[in-house]
Structures are given as C-alpha cells and as structure tokens.
C-alpha cells in the first residue's frame, strides 16, 4: 500500500467547523487505497487556543490525524506568530525524521517554515513533493504593513524562502491560477502547474442546507456575508452601501454577516447605527452555514483593495447556493468568471456608490437574481464541484507514486 504524507499547517481536527481540502482530499485518496497521514498543529489557528480533539473522533478517521506541539499566538499578525511557525517546523522536522518513509509528502503553503523542513526531507529521501498554494507569503502580510521599500526589506527572507521552496517542488498545484504561476515562476521541474479551486461536494452542500431548519419570511430579503472578519474584508463598505439605499427597499431588508475574526467588534459597532437589521451569527457550524445561505438572495464579496485573496472558500459556497454576488474584489480572475457566468456584478473596492447601486439593482429586479442565481450555480456545477475537480490532483499523485 502506498503512504501520501500530508502536511497542512492549518488543517481542520475532526469535530471543528469548516470544509477543508485537506481532510476531503485525504479522504478520496483513502477511497483510492492509499495510507494516508495528515500532519498538523494542536494549535488551532481560528480560535487561537490549544486543540482538544476527543480520541474517538480520530478513530473514526479512515486516515492517521497527527497533531504536533505549537506554543500559538494571540493575533494573525505578530511576532509571536512567526516564532510559534519557526517552533512547528522543528517539532515537525523531528516527527518527519523519525516516521516511516511517505512514497509522496503533499504540502500546503503557508506555512512557509513547514514547507522549508518538507523540501530538506523529501530532498534528502528522494521523495516526489507536491506544494499545494492555498495563500502567496509575504504578498499577504504586505496588506497590513505596506511601507514602499521598507516593506520589500523586512519581508525579504520570506520571499527568498518562498522562493527556495516553490523551486523544491515536483509539482506545484493552486486554489487560483494567479496563485499556480507565482509557485511556478521559481520552478523548474513543473511545466504546467494544475489549477484546482477549493471548492465544495455540491452533493454535502445540498445534504445539509436542506437537513438544518431555517426560518425565513416571505416578504424577506437577506444579503449574506460568509468569511473571516479581518483586514482583508471590507465589511464596512457593504454597511455604508446599505444605508444609501432607498427607504421601501431596508424595510424587510437583513445583512446576515456569517464569521468572526480579529474586527468584528468594529464592524458590530459600525453596523448599530445602520439603518438596515444587521445580525452578525459568529462562525456557524458547516451545515449550519449552508443552511441559510441557501435561503439569502444575495452574496457580498467585499474583499479590500489590494488583498491577496485570488479564487477561496466563499466563492465556492455562494455558488453552491445559487447566489448572484455583488464583489469589490481587484483579482481578475475571479472577476473574470462572475463576467464569464454573468452570475454577479463586480465593482471597484473602494466605490460606495457602485455597490449600492448594485445591491439596488438586484434588490429591484427578482427576475436578474433569479438567472443570476441559476448561472452562479451552474459555476458551481462546472468548476468548483470537489467531487470532480480533485480527481485531477488524485490522477496527478498516482501518476507521480505508480
């Protein structure tokens, strides 16, 4: 039996929310016949705390669950953050050296110091090394401290080991082709790169958003936000969009805001003086989610002006839900398959007024949601159903280990 070694530094322990790609891609890989191990953190990233994950649930798991000792940190950017990082990849170098030889180690970046151990181990083993790029270190801290020069000096030593590892790879596989060509812009070995949005198993999401109950009013309308609550997420932008909007159209009218994260006691505070009902749910079980996204009408994508974000999480869930979608997001690709599927309408990150003339035009029109809806889904069919779209990076690995 051949052994695929995971590493995902953010991986989801059983009994956390989310839909992560790991634990589903581990999961087809086991229906395949392989042994398969995902190497993490006890430290959960979302919630900052030490993990506590109950014996039983890991001995459900068709895959081994390892977690590895983290010391954590308190915020997503801070110093302590990249010693705990620095103290992961030694835990993990120790574990790797003393394991039984993986026929393939598959890894997500970031981290980057987990993918600088990966790259030293399968180098010294002769063992294929797959990089997966969920999100471009340092270009995402750049967001948050943006000094022209300063910035390139500080961040320097990430970018040449981002760099160093991406070189590493046999294969360099993305959530976005912007994401795919920066890990091939150092890479050698790989010609083409494959291309595999995040993405969700439309079947789950139908399963679950028709098994949790969920009340809605006829006459209601509700515009649906799912995602963390940082910097990244211009949250406030869709606040001041809503309270430019006629008074008939707030009277039935909810922003139904799905997540937490480090701002939203700033955007709670923003949103109380709205004039349109705003409920912030907090960071709501999988099922849960898909539950009353499914009953919104409309989805926001407000990412901030010169965000990182490429193709992620949420694009996958609001096509699911059959969701046309309002987005300030810059990423030309992503704009370029709201235009390609005509199932949204894209606005300039930082123009309150285009969006609430978007928000506008929607919430007039119930027959432009409706075809908006049903091309967004239609998305989801052709390009971000799991099910189907990882077969390509399960065909890549048998290529690579049989």
């Given at each position: 039996?051949?052994?695929?070694?995971?590493?995902?530094?953010?991986?989801?322990?059983?009994?956390?929310?989310?839909?992560?790609?790991?634990?589903?891609?581990?999961?087809?890989?086991?229906?395949?016949?392989?042994?398969?191990?995902?190497?993490?953190?006890?430290?959960?990233?979302?919630?900052?705390?030490?993990?506590?994950?109950?014996?039983?649930?890991?001995?459900?798991?068709?895959?081994?669950?390892?977690?590895?000792?983290?010391?954590?940190?308190?915020?997503?950017?801070?110093?302590?953050?990249?010693?705990?990082?620095?103290?992961?990849?030694?835990?993990?170098?120790?574990?790797?050296?003393?394991?039984?030889?993986?026929?393939?180690?598959?890894?997500?970046?970031?981290?980057?110091?987990?993918?600088?151990?990966?790259?030293?181990?399968?180098?010294?083993?002769?063992?294929?090394?797959?990089?997966?790029?969920?999100?471009?270190?340092?270009?995402?801290?750049?967001?948050?401290?943006?000094?022209?020069?300063?910035?390139?000096?500080?961040?320097?030593?990430?970018?040449?080991?981002?760099?160093?590892?991406?070189?590493?790879?046999?294969?360099?596989?993305?959530?976005?082709?912007?994401?795919?060509?920066?890990?091939?812009?150092?890479?050698?070995?790989?010609?083409?790169?494959?291309?595999?949005?995040?993405?969700?198993?439309?079947?789950?999401?139908?399963?679950?958003?028709?098994?949790?109950?969920?009340?809605k009013q006829d006459d209601e309308l509700w515009i649906a936000y799912v995602g963390?609550?940082?910097?990244?997420?211009?949250?406030?932008?869709?606040?001041?969009?809503?309270?430019?909007?006629?008074?008939?159209?707030?009277?039935?009218?909810?922003?139904?805001?799905?997540?937490?994260?480090?701002?939203?006691?700033?955007?709670?505070q923003r949103a109380s003086n709205s004039r349109v009902l705003v409920e912030f749910?907090?960071?709501?079980?999988?099922?849960?989610?898909?539950?009353?996204?499914?009953?919104?009408?409309?989805?926001?994508?407000?990412?901030?002006?010169?965000?990182?974000?490429?193709?992620?999480?949420?694009?996958?869930?609001?096509?699911?839900?059959?969701?046309?979608?309002?987005?300030?997001?810059?990423?030309?690709?992503?704009?370029?398959?709201?235009?390609?599927?005509?199932?949204?309408?894209?606005?300039?990150?930082?123009?309150?007024?285009?969006?609430?003339?978007?928000?506008?035009?929607?919430?007039?029109?119930?027959?432009?949601?409706?075809?908006?809806?049903?091309?967004?889904?239609?998305?989801?069919?052709?390009?971000?159903?799991?099910?189907?779209?990882?077969?390509?990076?399960?065909?890549?690995?048998?290529?690579?280990?049989?």
């Open positions: 039996m051949k052994r695929i070694a995971i590493i995902d530094h953010f991986s989801q322990a059983p009994g956390e929310p989310g839909n992560n790609r790991f634990t589903y891609l581990a999961q087809m890989l086991c229906d395949c016949g392989y042994a398969v191990e995902i190497i993490t953190t006890d430290f959960a990233h979302k919630t900052k705390r030490t993990r506590a994950v109950e014996p039983e649930l890991l001995g459900q798991l068709p895959y081994k669950f390892t977690m590895l000792p983290e010391p954590g940190y308190p915020k997503n950017i801070c110093l302590r953050r990249f010693y705990s990082h620095y103290v992961f990849g030694k835990n993990l170098q120790k574990y790797l050296d003393g394991m039984e030889r993986p026929d393939l180690v598959y890894v997500a970046v970031p981290s980057l110091d987990v993918g600088r151990v990966a790259a030293a181990y399968c180098k010294k083993n002769a063992i294929p090394l797959f990089v997966d790029v969920q999100d471009v270190w340092p270009e995402a801290f750049k967001l948050v401290f943006n000094i022209p020069v300063v910035s390139d000096l500080i961040f320097a030593p990430m970018t040449i080991a981002a760099n160093r590892f991406y070189a590493a790879a046999d294969k360099i596989i993305a959530v976005s082709e912007i994401y795919k060509q920066r890990g091939l812009r150092n890479n050698q070995k790989d010609v083409d790169g494959l291309c595999v949005y995040l993405g969700t198993d439309l079947h789950t999401f139908d399963e679950n958003a028709g098994r949790v109950s969920v009340v963390t609550l940082g910097h990244s997420y211009n949250i406030e932008i869709v606040l001041d969009a809503l309270d430019r909007l006629p008074e008939e159209l707030i009277t039935r009218l909810t922003f139904k805001v799905l997540g937490d994260g480090p701002l939203m006691e700033r955007f709670r749910m907090g960071r709501l079980e999988y099922p849960e989610m898909t539950a009353y996204l499914s009953r919104a009408d409309i989805a926001v994508n407000p990412i901030a002006k010169g965000a990182a974000q490429s193709i992620i999480n949420k694009h996958a869930d609001y096509a699911a839900a059959g969701l046309p979608v309002v987005s300030t997001q810059e990423c030309p690709e992503y704009r370029a398959l709201l235009d390609e599927f005509n199932c949204g309408i894209n606005c300039p990150p930082e123009d309150i007024q285009a969006v609430a003339d978007a928000l506008e035009k929607l919430l007039r029109d119930s027959v432009l949601r409706k075809k908006m809806g049903e091309n967004s889904r239609r998305m989801a069919q052709e390009r971000f159903d799991r099910k189907h779209t990882y077969q390509q990076i399960v065909a890549e690995i048998e290529r690579f280990v049989r």
